[in-house]
């Protein structure tokens, strides 16, 4: 029975993992924008933290942001 709870609990975390996948590009506003390169430059990758200075913002919203617009794979 803990198996059955626990495949129904991965089979969740999938489809909340595939919506959250089609919102590929995250709207950030340019004030948003600058305090949070302000705030990395501060305190490093500190998600949290900084999602804590923009009201509406996640932690993974911001991480996904940098992520995706300062990536450094070279």
Known sequence: MADSEHSSSNETFTYTQEETSEE???????DEETLIIRMFNLVGE???LIAGRIPG???EEIEKYWTT???TSE
Request: proline residues 0%; hydrophobic residues 40%.
């Open 24 to 30: 590929t590009k995250l709207e950030f506003s340019e």
């Open 46 to 48: 500190r998600w949290a």
């Open 57 to 59: 913002r996640t932690a």
């Open 69 to 71: 617009r300062f990536s």
